[in-house]
C-alpha cells in the first residue's frame, strides 16, 4: 500500500471559533492507482491533500506513506518526504519566476539528489516543452506553464503525485490534453495519483473516486 | 464622494501600519538630518553676524595702515583736522585656556549704535567706572562665566548682544591687556568723513570699504557648504526610503485606484485626494523630523563649535536657539521631498487605464532595458561630474563633481549588481545556489533603491574617513617637523624678554618667533621673521622650491609663502610677493601650513627688524636636550606661568586634540548616514517579506524547510550588502580623492596627499554586513515563524 491515512481530523480556529474540515477521514491508495477527490467548495479537500502532501499536519489521525509514518516527522522530516517522494502539481503552476524551464524542470529532481538528465529531457520532449526550455515562466501560456509544473513533480520519479485542480485554470481542450499527459506519465512512472477536482467528466477517467462531504468521505 | 474615497485611500493605512510608521520614519530621519545641519548653519551665522556686528564691523568704512599698528598721534591729528574717526585695536589673548578676541573701542568717539547694548544711557554706568582702573569689560554671559574673577582683566558685565570669546573694553584697557604700546589697528569712519585718503596726515593709510571685514563669515562659507552638503546627502538617502514607501504603497492600491474610478471618481479628484493625504503625512513627518533635527543638531553643536574655533577661530556658543528660519526650511524640505518621491507614482495613476489590470504589480518591476538606461544616465552624470572642474573653477565645481560621482554611481550601482548576480548564477551548481542567485537578481528592483542608500552612505563614510585619516597622518608628520624646538617660551613683556634671551646665552639656541599681523595680497595675513638656523633647512618641509630657496631667504633675497597664500594668488617659486607699499621679494619657496586660514609669509630676520622695528619679540622656540631641566630653570629664573612655557610634545598632543575633535562632527554625520541606510534595508526588506510569502511557498513546499529558507533570506542581505560595498570602495576611493584635490583646495587652500587605510575599509565591510544583518534579522524572523497555515494560503487562495 502506497498510502494510507486514518481517523484524520482538522480543525481551524477562526475569528467565529473553531471551524472543523476534517472529520475522521480514512482513505489508501496503492501504487500505480489514480484517485479523484471531489467534493463541494469547504468540503475539506485542499486539507486533505495538504496533509498527505505533508505541508500540514492533522490534529488527529495517522498517514503513512510507503513504510514512513508522516505524522511522525518534524518539520525537517516532512519537508524532505515532500523533496524525495511526492510530487505537487497546483491550479496555479507555482512556478520559480526568476529561474528559466529547464532549472525549473529539473528543480525539485536536484534538490532531492535525483536529478536524472535523460528523464529530464524525455519528460520535456513528451510534454512538448524541448523548444521552450530558455524561457521564463512569464513567457510561457498557462497550458505550458502547468506542463512545466507537471514535469517538475515527475521529475524527481515520486511515489505518489497529488494534484490539485491542476486544470482548474486551462480552457478544456489544454485541459484534456494536461490530464493525459499526467495519465500516461503515471501509469509510466508507477506513482499513485491524487488529484483534487471539482470536474466529474475529469474524475471519471480516474480509477478511483471519493467524495469528500462537510470533511467525511460520503 | 470626497470623504467616501478619502476613507477608502486611508483605509490603506490601517491595515499596513508598519507601511505608515516606515514612511513617517523614513522622511523624519531624511528630514532630521537636514535639519538638524540647518539649525548648526543657522546658529554659526548668527555668531558670525553678532561677531561683524561688534562695533558696526560691517556697516563702517576703515582706514588701516598696510606696515601694522599705527601711532595713537594718528588718530589725534585726523581729529584736530575735522576727521569723524573713531580708534579700534583689536587682538587675541588666551586667558585661563580660553582664547579671547579683545575689542578695544573709544566710548566718546565711538558711533552710539555701535557701542555694546550695557553702554546705553540707560545703564547707569559711571564714565568714571569705564575708564578709571580696573575698568569695564563686556562679554557674552557664557565668556563672562568663564572668566569671572580672572586676574588681570577688567570688570565684566555680561551683554548677551556680543558673540561668545569676545570682550569690549575701553581702548586703554584693551592696550595694557595686549601691550599695543598705544598702538591702534584701523580707524572707524563715521558718517560725514571726507572722501579720499588724508594723504598730507597720514600717507601710509588705506581705506577699506565695509564688506572688506567680513572674513570669517568669508572664511567659514566653504565649512557650511561642506555640513550642508553632508545634510543633503543625508536627506538624499532618506528620500530613497520615502520613494520606495510610496512607491509600494502606490502599487498596492491600484485596485483600490481601479475601484474608485470605476465608481465614477474622476481622476483629477483621485489625484488631489492623493496630494492631499501625503501633504497631510509629510507635515506630520516634517514636524517629528524638525524636533529631532533640534536634538541632533543640539548634540554636534558643541563639536561643530570646536571645528569652527580650530580651524577658523571662529566663536560659537554651546548652546542651540530655535530659529523659525530652519525649523520652516525643514517643513519646506520634507514637503519637496516627499512630492519628489511621489512624483513619479502620481504621474502612473495619472496615465492609469480606467480597465487596467486591476492586480498589485511587483513593485518596482524592472526591465533590463530600464536598467540599462538607468546605468547610461548614471555614466552620463559621471562624465558631467568628471567634466564639472575643466569647465568652471571653485568650490561649486568641487561640489559638482562629488554630486556627480555619488548620483552617477549609485544609477549605475543596479546594473552593476545585476551584472555580478548572472554572472553568480552561471557558475552556481546546486540547484538551491541557483535559485538563490536567479532570485536574488529578481528582487534586486525592490531592493535597488535601498541598496543605492548603502552605497551612498558606505562611500561617502569611506571617501570622508579616507580624507580625515590621510589628513591625521599628514598633519602629524607635519607636526613633527615643524615644531623644532623643544620648547615654546613667551616673555610677559619686552624687558623680560630681553632679560631671557641675555639668560639663554650659552645655555640652549633659541629661534625667534616675531610676527606683526598685515595684509597679505589684500588679505588678512602674518608675517614671520626667522633666525638662519640650521634647524629650518633640515625640518621645514617646502612644499616647492627654488633651488636656493633657504638660501635666497636668509640673504633677504627671497620669501617663503603658505600653501594658503600662493594657491590664492596663483604663486609659484620666483613670483613677485608684495609685503608692504614698495616692498616686494621673489617667492623662494612655499610650505604647508595646515589649520591656519590666513595667508602667511616668512623673510629674514633682519629683514623683518628693518621693515618692522616695532614687531614684539615676546616668543621663542627654544632648542635643546633638556626639556625638563632648562623648564624648571626657567620658572625658577622668570617665574612664568604655566601657559607662557609649552613643550613641544604638549602643542603636539594639544594639536591633535584640537584636530580630532574637529572630525568628531564629521565622524557623528557619517554615522547618522549608514544609520539611515541601515534603516533604508530594513524598509525594504519588510516590504518585501510582505510579498514574499507567495514566492517561497512553492519551494517550501518542494521541501525547503522555513528554516533554510531563513537563511537564504539572511545570505542574499548579506550578498548584495557585500556586493555594495565592493561597488561603494573604488567610488570612496575617488570621493576622496576629490576631497582631498579639489575640495580642500578650494574650501581650505591646501591640499594634501592621499593615504589608504585597509583596515578601516575591513571595519566599514564588517559594519555594513552587520547593518543588512540587523536589518534582515526581522523580516527573516518572522519568515522563520510563518506557521505552515500562512504557505498553505498561498495555495488556498488560488481558488
Not at chain 2, 514 to 532: M, Y
Not at chain 2, 602 to 625: C, F, K, N, S
Amino acid at each position: 500500500m502506497l498510502v494510507q491515512a486514518r481517523d484524520l481530523h482538522k480543525t481551524y480556529k477562526t475569528g467565529d471559533g473553531v471551524l472543523p474540515v476534517l472529520a475522521g477521514v480514512s482513505l489508501t491508495l496503492d501504487p500505480g492507482q489514480t484517485l479523484a477527490l471531489t467534493g463541494e467548495s469547504g468540503s475539506g479537500k485542499s486539507t486533505l491533500l495538504h496533509l498527505l502532501a505533508a505541508l500540514d499536519a492533522p490534529d488527529s489521525g495517522s498517514i503513512h506513506l510507503a513504510q514512513t509514518e508522516v505524522t511522525a516527522l518534524d518539520d525537517a522530516g516532512r519537508a524532505a518526504i515532500r523533496r524525495e517522494r511526492i510530487g505537487l502539481v497546483f491550479q496555479q503552476f507555482n512556478l520559480i519566476p526568476s529561474l528559466d524551464l529547464a532549472a525549473n524542470l529539473a528543480f525539485q529532481a536536484r534538490l532531492a539528489g535525483r536529478h536524472d538528465p535523460d528523464w529530464c529531457a524525455a519528460l520535456a520532449e513528451r510534454l512538448g516543452l524541448t523548444p521552450l526550455l530558455d524561457r521564463f515562466p512569464e513567457q510561457l501560456s498557462g497550458g505550458q506553464q502547468q506542463r512545466v509544473a507537471i514535469g517538475r513533480a515527475l521529475a524527481p520519479r515520486p511515489d505518489l503525485l497529488l494534484a490539485d485542480e491542476p486544470t482548474g485554470n486551462l480552457d478544456e481542450a489544454t485541459a484534456d490534453t494536461v490530464l493525459d499527459m499526467i495519465l500516461e506519465l503515471v501509469a509510466e512512472t508507477g506513482a499513485g495519483l491524487l488529484m483534487v477536482t471539482h470536474s466529474t467528466r475529469i474524475a471519471a477517467r480516474l480509477s478511483r473516486r471519493l467524495h469528500l462531504s462537510q470533511g467525511r468521505i460520503a | 464622494m470626497r470623504r467616501a474615497a478619502l476613507s477608502a485611500l486611508l483605509s490603506h493605512w490601517r491595515r499596513q501600519p508598519m507601511q505608515l510608521f516606515t514612511l513617517l520614519a523614513g522622511l523624519a530621519l531624511a528630514t532630521a538630518l537636514w535639519s538638524a545641519v540647518q539649525a548648526i548653519n543657522a546658529e554659526a551665522r548668527r555668531s558670525y553676524d553678532a561677531a561683524a556686528g561688534t562695533l558696526g564691523l560691517g556697516a563702517y568704512e576703515t582706514l588701516s595702515d598696510p606696515a601694522g599698528r599705527m601711532p595713537l598721534a594718528t588718530f589725534a591729528d585726523l581729529r584736530r583736522a575735522g576727521w569723524p574717526v573713531s580708534p579700534v585695536l583689536e587682538g587675541r589673548l588666551v586667558v585661563t585656556d580660553q582664547r579671547l578676541r579683545i575689542l578695544g573701542i573709544e566710548p566718546i568717539s565711538a558711533p552710539v549704535a555701535s557701542l555694546p547694548a550695557g553702554l546705553g544711557a540707560e545703564s547707569g554706568l559711571t564714565p568714571a567706572e569705564l575708564f578709571l582702573p580696573p575698568g569695564l569689560g563686556f562679554a557674552a554671559p557664557e565668556t563672562v562665566a568663564v572668566l569671572k574673577d580672572t586676574p588681570g582683566l577688567p570688570r565684566l558685565m555680561a551683554d548677551p548682544s556680543l558673540p561668545p570669546g569676545q570682550l569690549v573694553t575701553d581702548i586703554a584697557v584693551a592696550d595694557r591687556l595686549l601691550e599695543a604700546d598705544g598702538g591702534i589697528d584701523r580707524l572707524l569712519l563715521l558718517p560725514g568723513a571726507p572722501a579720499g585718503l588724508p594723504t598730507e596726515i597720514a600717507p601710509a593709510l588705506r581705506r577699506a570699504a565695509p564688506q572688506d571685514q567680513g572674513d570669517l563669515a568669508r572664511l567659514t562659507d566653504s565649512f557650511h557648504l561642506n555640513l550642508t552638503a553632508f545634510g543633503l546627502l543625508s536627506f538624499a538617502v532618506g528620500l530613497f526610503i520615502v520613494h520606495g514607501t510610496i512607491g509600494l504603497a502606490f502599487e498596492q492600491r491600484r485596485p483600490i485606484f481601479r475601484t474608485l474610478r470605476a465608481l465614477g471618481l474622476p481622476l483629477g479628484v483621485l489625484l488631489s485626494l492623493l496630494l492631499a493625504e501625503l501633504l497631510l503625512l509629510a507635515l506630520v513627518a516634517g514636524l517629528v523630523g524638525i524636533a529631532l533635527g533640534y536634538l541632533i543638531a543640539g548634540a554636534l553643536l558643541p563639536d561643530v563649535a570646536a571645528t569652527l574655533r580650530g580651524l577658523y577661530g571662529a566663536s560659537l556658543p554651546g548652546t542651540l536657539a530655535f530659529d523659525p528660519a530652519w525649523a520652516l526650511s525643514g517643513l519646506g524640505i520634507a514637503l519637496a521631498g516627499a512630492l519628489v518621491a511621489a512624483a513619479h507614482g502620481l504621474d502612473k495613476i495619472r496615465r492609469m487605464p480606467l480597465l487596467a489590470a486591476a492586480q498589485p504589480r511587483a513593485w518596482s518591476t524592472v526591465s533590463a532595458r530600464a536598467l540599462r538606461r538607468q546605468a547610461a544616465a548614471g555614466a552620463a552624470l559621471l562624465l558631467a561630474g568628471a567634466a564639472a572642474p575643466l569647465i568652471a573653477d571653485g568650490l561649486l565645481a568641487g561640489f559638482a563633481l562629488l554630486g556627480g560621482l555619488l548620483l552617477g554611481s549609485a544609477l549605475v550601482l543596479p546594473f552593476l549588481l545585476s551584472a555580478a548576480l548572472s554572472l553568480g548564477a552561471s557558475r552556481a551548481r546546486g540547484p538551491q545556489a541557483q535559485w538563490f542567485w536567479a532570485d536574488t537578481r529578481q528582487q534586486l528592483p525592490g531592493l535597488s533603491l535601498a541598496l543605492m542608500a548603502l552605497l551612498l552612505a558606505l562611500a561617502t563614510n569611506i571617501g570622508v574617513s579616507t580624507m580625515v585619516s590621510s589628513f591625521r597622518l599628514t598633519f602629524t608628520g607635519w607636526l613633527d617637523q615643524r615644531l623644532v624646538s623643544q620648547l615654546y617660551v613667551t616673555a610677559p613683556s619686552e624687558a623680560e624678554a630681553a632679560r631671557l634671551r641675555d639668560w639663554l646665552q650659552g645655555r640652549a639656541e633659541f629661534l625667534p618667533i616675531w610676527k606683526v599681523d598685515l595684509p597679505l595680497h589684500d588679505a588678512p595675513g602674518e608675517l614671520f621673521g626667522i633666525s638662519d638656523s640650521p634647524v629650518y633647512r633640515s625640518h621645514w618641509p617646502l612644499l616647492d622650491a627654488a633651488p636656493d630657496a633657504w638660501d635666497m631667504l636668509f640673504a633677504s633675497e627671497g620669501v617663503l609663502a603658505n600653501e594658503q597664500l600662493a594657491r590664492r594668488n596663483g604663486l609659484s617659486p620666483g613670483d613677485p610677493v608684495t609685503l608692504g607699499p614698495g616692498w616686494v621679494l621673489p617667492l623662494a619657496g612655499i610650505y604647508s601650513d595646515y589649520g591656519n586660514p590666513n595667508g602667511q609669509a616668512m623673510i629674514a630676520l633682519p629683514l623683518m627688524l628693518q621693515y618692522h622695528p616695532e614687531v614684539p619679540r615676546l616668543r621663542h622656540g627654544l632648542l635643546t636636550d633638556d626639556v625638563p631641566g632648562l623648564t624648571a630653570a626657567l620658572h625658577d629664573e622668570f617665574g612664568l606661568p604655566r601657559a607662557n612655557l609649552i613643550n613641544n610634545e604638549t602643542l603636539k598632543a594639544t594639536s591633535l586634540q584640537i584636530f580630532d575633535r574637529t572630525f568628531t562632527v564629521t565622524a557623528a554625520l557619517n554615522v547618522l548616514t549608514l544609520s539611515v541606510a541601515g534603516f533604508a534595508i530594513l524598509t525594504a526588506l519588510l516590504t518585501l517579506s510582505t510579498m514574499r510569502l507567495p514566492q517561497l511557498a512553492p519551494l517550501w513546499a518542494l521541501g525547503l524547510t522555513r528554516r533554510r529558507l531563513a537563511r537564504l533570506e539572511i545570505l542574499r542581505s548579506l550578498a548584495l550588502a557585500a556586493l555594495t560595498f565592493a561597488v561603494a570602495l573604488p567610488v570612496g576611493l575617488a570621493l576622496a580623492w576629490c576631497l582631498l584635490a579639489v575640495v580642500n583646495v578650494e574650501a581650505f587652500g591646501w591640499r594634501l596627499p592621499m593615504f589608504l587605510f585597509p583596515r578601516q575599509w575591513l571595519l566599514l565591510f564588517v559594519l555594513a554586513l552587520l547593518a543588512a544583518l540587523v536589518a534582515s534579522i526581522l523580516p527573516v524572523r518572522r519568515l522563520a515563524r510563518t506557521e505552515p497555515s500562512q504557505f498553505l494560503k498561498v495555495f488556498a487562495d488560488e481558488r
